[in-house]
T-cell receptor, first 113, second 113 residues
């Protein structure tokens, strides 16, 4: 199983770009990298997924190096409303065990005015 | 269909009582997941269904927990003989037939007194 490691917390200021890195040294060939955002008392919200190189959508970018042993979630120009916990989750593409679906402790991002 | 819904949002029960939670997934999704989340931790996988078939359960899942998805639409999670350690947020999620890009409901917060 691909265990993930993230920083426990990060602080940033409004308008800055934030990069959160996740380490997943034993990622398997058929694993995808996904990121979720969670606000207090709400369920996690899917942000982005990727397999290799770079993926970008309307809210974030995901950078994955060639060895895929880490990934970086990039949030452009954060605002106060981006204060949340961010989880990196490595999942098998389709088949495989769902035991990997247990999230780690995540990264608490606090955006300051 | 605006998303995953869960009912009730909050449940307070006394130790030893049985409780049942309901989850209504996004209608187009054939996978449905149950997670448990305690304070300061990420969601922990409990079980998942593809259509009406329960495909996997966490090895940590007590036999006091049972889940059903009788017609491949909504699902119920029952906890028998509740214990104080069962106090947590119970999250439901749904997806197409892959583990990535899950959509979570708002959760049911269970308090066992």
């Amino acid at each position: 199983l691909a265990k993930t490691t993230q920083p426990i917390s990060m602080d940033s200021y409004e308008g800055q770009e934030v990069n959160i890195t996740c380490s997943h040294n034993n990622i398997a060939t058929n694993d995808y990298i996904t990121w979720y955002q969670q606000f207090p008392s709400q369920g996690p919200r899917f942000i982005i997924q990727g397999y290799k190189t770079k993926v970008t959508n309307e809210v974030a970018s995901l950078f994955i190096p060639a060895d895929r042993k880490s990934s970086t979630l990039s949030l452009p120009r954060v605002s106060l409303s981006d204060t949340a916990v961010y989880y990196c989750l490595v999942v098998p593409i389709s088949s495989g065990s769902a035991r990997q679906l247990t999230f780690g402790s995540g990264t608490q991002l606090t955006v300051l005015p | 269909d605006t998303g995953v819904s869960q009912d009730p949002r909050h449940k307070i029960t006394k130790r030893g009582q049985n409780v049942t939670f309901r989850c209504d997934p996004i209608s187009e999704h054939n996978r449905l997941y149950w997670y448990r989340q305690t304070l300061g931790q990420g969601p922990e996988f409990l079980t998942y269904f593809q259509n009406e078939a329960q495909l996997e359960k966490s090895r940590l899942l007590s036999d006091r927990f049972s889940a059903e998805r009788p017609k491949g639409s909504f699902s119920t999670l029952e906890i028998q003989r509740t214990e104080q350690g069962d106090s947590a947020m119970y999250l439901c999620a749904s997806s197409f037939p892959h583990f990535a890009e899950q959509y979570f409901g708002p959760g049911t917060r269970l308090t066992v007194t």
